[in-house]
């Protein structure tokens, strides 16, 4: 998951959301219905490496709280 590949390469996610739970996926369990799996990547080069945001991460992240540019949505980084 995000959260094993981030802790071995020492990256650091910071949960914006309360509802952000570590080993589990937000609200929606992953299927882009909310905006509760928002993570920013502290770490440039490993956001830079992720595969683009679809369409539809974008219009979930427009809605999350605290938006920055390297948001994403826990659940679609693999
Ligand atoms: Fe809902 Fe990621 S868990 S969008």
Not at 24 to 36: H, I, P, R, V
Request: net charge negative.
């Amino acid at each position: 998951s995000l959260l094993e590949a981030a802790h071995e390469n020492d990256i650091e996610l910071e949960g914006k959301h309360a509802d952000w739970n570590v080993g589990g996926w937000g609200a929606c369990e992953g299927s882009l219905a909310c905006s509760t799996c928002h993570v920013i990547v502290m770490d440039m080069d490993y956001y830079n490496k992720l595969e683009d945001p679809t369409d539809e991460e974008n219009d979930m992240l427009d809605l999350a709280f605290g938006l920055t540019e390297s948001s994403r949505l826990g659940c679609q980084i693999v």
